[in-house]
């Protein structure tokens, strides 16, 4: 069974219950938008499935990314992208070192140059290599952040308010690109957001948490 | 498991304090009795109290308003930078320096002589070691009032000082009387850890004392010192009692402080009310003009300390000496080589420890705020102890397990000063990290150690060199735990410029004290450029 499946999620602070229990099927290709008031868990619910969740949140329920178990591995054992809505790239590597730090495939320092440079010329970024993070726009640090993603090879992506803090252009284009890119590379994704619009243009079902 | 190095840490930092006070703090009711017939001991209590106490209140409000005017004036970047140096700088280098500065003969009055004064004799003023402790005191407000500064600084990132001082402007008041309602009592209530070790130190202290304080009587920790390291071994109980004694009256003035504090507080909120509206243009002035003052008087004292060092035969009323004589230096060649060697060392090995210490029990506790406030407590407690009062316990402690003059024991000692610190400084930069960039780091595939190794250390290397930096500088100015911990034999930059002060060589001790205060001087320089050349062209890196 190939996607990303939760049975019987729940997560609590103490004994409230913040979500669930969920059940919930991504399947490849698919995103699934989580709505919710500020508050409800949303975030947290994507913290337990990285399995980076803080104390004193708890969370139970199993998660399976096609077909294994995942609940118990440490984070970088999962094999999950996630995009925050600060880019979070890092500030003392250049821009390709940032890629190179993720890069799953390739071993030979020559072949990962190529496979970065390329990936950037992909995404409109050629020569952006040495670049410092700091002095990129925020739409260039969205697609770099997006790459760095999609090259550490993910088996599903979450999304967390990623395009919250682009300006309006910006974001219909980091949008556009973040999903076309999901939908060609058939990976499930979680997408938490307040904007309906990008709830619609996910375009894939919508669930509910918290009591709105 | 999780909390091992949390335990290693205060275990290494409070080990040494219980056991010292265990072996100090002993009912013996002879040497109590001779203690209180000891002629001059009240006055010494009054005099130690009085000097700690007044250098306390003034430095602390030195500092609120220095900071009010300089954040509101817009030059806060400038005095943070300014304060650094004379933190950077030994309590006994000052002393001694300001000794040269305002002395009758000093660099002050050789200024304003004859033009000013008249004067082509040194008059014979007691402008220093004088019987009031004003010299002390003024000493202990150029050391204390930088660290409370800093102090403030670090509390002010948790406090939105720029928008409240906005606020109480649009409301009609003036920014210093806005700043010193709005903010000062959300600042003061994070910074009365330090305030409390400003008070013990300028109490109990020995650095400050020695060079500047009065003799008849001393302070009473300048009485236990001379007590502790005479020849005559029958002293010792007598200055044991006595130590015990300075504890007492520094907790109790502790205590006092407290209650004052939230008094000053009732009426702090009480006039807060009354709607008075102060408003000065002149409102930054005053305090700028009391910064340079000090400032000024901080680094005349290490420039006097140079210039001694290296005079000729220096008449009264020249400014500079007739010609230079670097005697000083070349018969302390023999030696200073050495004894500064081994400062050098003493205080990379206790910078090396401390961090590791820091780091490794800060990890845990990254996002614990509560429990880092607690380990900030505990590291706390030997700077509200006086030095005196478990060092000499700790010596005969060693003495038994024949570690003393060792110099494992030595570092030890200091890394018992310098963890609180490092603490402050390095385990709130690893908190402050966004817990997100070590996900990311982790989702991205890698383990915890290459996570900690290629993201969160070079991430926290700024903060890192500066700890390194502020832990060897705690080295180089200690001098009672160097004293006590190396039984006497282990000659460090700060004991060999103590030792030429009592003798009366100046050139000597203005030679040593000179070495005492480039040392931290250079490593703190050396930790700011070094952080800035690495990352030169990165700059989303925290400063």
């Not at chain 1, 995942?70 to 500030?91: A, K, M, T, V």
């Not at chain 2, 500066?466 to 004991?495: E, N």
């Amino acid at each position: 069974m190939s996607g990303l499946v939760l049975q019987s999620v729940t997560v609590s602070v103490g004994a409230r219950q913040l979500v669930g229990p969920l059940d919930l099927s991504v399947t490849p290709g698919q995103v699934v938008s989580i709505l919710g008031p500020s508050g409800a868990g949303k975030s947290s619910l994507l913290a337990f499935l990285c399995g980076v969740l803080p104390p004193p949140l708890h969370a139970q329920g199993t998660v399976l990314l096609n077909g294994d178990n995942i609940s118990n591995l440490p984070p970088e054992q999962r094999r999950l992208g996630i995009l925050f809505q600060d880019d979070l790239l890092f500030p003392h590597l250049s821009v390709a070192g940032n890629l190179a730090f993720g890069l799953r495939s390739a071993s030979n320092r020559r072949d990962r140059g190529r496979i970065i440079s390329d990936a950037l010329a992909g995404f409109g970024l050629a020569g952006y290599e040495t670049r410092d993070p700091a002095t990129l726009s925020g739409g260039e640090r969205s697609r770099v952040a997006l790459l760095r993603v999609l090259l550490s090879a993910p088996r599903a992506v979450l999304l967390d308010e990623p395009f919250s803090r682009l300006d309006p252009a910006t974001r219909q284009t980091i949008r556009a690109l973040t999903l076309a890119q999901l939908r060609a590379r058939s990976l499930p994704a979680l997408l938490v957001s307040h904007d309906v619009d990008d709830v619609v243009a996910a375009g894939g079902p919508v669930v509910r948490v918290g009591n709105a | 498991m999780k909390f091992l190095a949390v335990w290693v840490l205060l275990l290494s930092a409070l080990l040494p304090v219980v056991a010292g006070l265990a072996g100090t703090v002993q009912l013996d009711t002879a040497a109590w009795s001779e203690l209180f017939k000891t002629p001059g001991l009240v006055q010494s209590l009054t005099l130690s109290v009085w000097t700690g106490s007044v250098a306390s209140v003034l430095a602390l409000a030195l500092a609120h308003v220095v900071l009010a005017a300089a954040v509101t004036g817009g030059w806060s970047g400038r005095l943070r930078a300014a304060s650094l140096p004379l933190l950077a700088t030994p309590h006994l280098a000052v002393g001694i320096g300001l000794t040269l500065v305002l002395a009758p003969s000093g660099l002050l009055l050789r200024f304003l002589s004859p033009w000013a004064t008249g004067f082509t004799q040194p008059p014979d003023w007691a402008t220093i070691q004088d019987p009031l402790g004003l010299a002390l005191i003024l000493g202990l407000v150029i050391k204390e009032a930088p660290f409370l500064l800093l102090a403030l600084f670090a509390a002010l990132g948790q406090v939105p000082a720029e928008r409240l001082v906005l606020q109480t402007r649009t409301l009609g008041y003036g920014r210093l009387k806005g700043w010193l309602v709005a903010v000062a009592p959300l600042l003061q209530r994070q910074i009365r850890l330090p305030v409390a070790a400003v008070l013990v130190f300028g109490m109990t202290n020995v650095e400050m004392a020695l060079p500047l304080g009065p003799r008849t009587p001393p302070p009473l920790a300048l009485v236990l010192w001379q007590w502790f390291t005479s020849a005559d071994l029958d002293m010792r109980p007598l200055a044991m009692a006595g130590s015990v004694l300075l504890m007492l009256a520094s907790l109790g003035m502790l205590g006092l402080f407290m209650l004052a504090g939230r008094l000053v507080g009732r009426v702090w909120r009480f006039s807060a009310g009354s709607g008075r509206r102060v408003t000065s243009a002149s409102g930054g002035l005053m305090p700028g003009g009391l910064a340079v003052v000090v400032g000024t008087l901080g680094l005349a004292s290490i420039i006097a300390l140079l210039l001694r060092s290296i005079a000729g035969p220096w008449r009264f009323p020249a400014v500079l000496p007739e010609h230079l004589d670097p005697a000083a230096w070349s018969s302390a060649a023999s030696v200073l080589p050495g004894v500064a060697g081994l400062t050098l060392a003493l205080g990379a090995t206790t910078a090396l420890l401390a961090v590791l210490l820091v780091l490794a029990a800060a990890e845990p506790l990254r996002s614990d705020a509560v429990l880092r406030q607690r380990v900030a407590m505990l590291l706390f407690v030997p700077l509200l102890i006086p030095q005196m009062s478990f060092l000499f316990g700790l010596q005969i402690l060693l003495l038994k397990l024949r570690l003393d003059g060792t110099l494992a024991a030595v570092v030890w000692s200091h890394l018992v000063f310098a963890l609180p610190y490092v603490w402050g400084l390095l385990a709130e930069a690893r908190a402050s990290l966004d817990p997100r960039f070590t996900d990311t780091a982790r989702l991205l595939g890698a383990g915890r150690l290459r996570v900690w190794l290629t993201v969160t250390a070079p991430l926290l290397l700024r903060s890192t060199l500066l700890g390194l930096a502020l832990a060897f500088g705690v080295s180089v100015a200690v001098y009672l735990p160097t004293l006590f911990a190396g039984g006497g034999r282990v000659a460090t930059l700060a004991t060999s410029a103590a030792a030429a002060m009592t003798a009366g060589d100046m050139r000597y001790a203005a030679a040593h004290g000179a070495a005492q205060a480039l040392l931290p001087l250079t490593a703190f320089v050396a930790a700011v450029v070094l952080g800035r050349v690495v990352f030169r062209r990165r700059l989303g890196v925290p400063g």
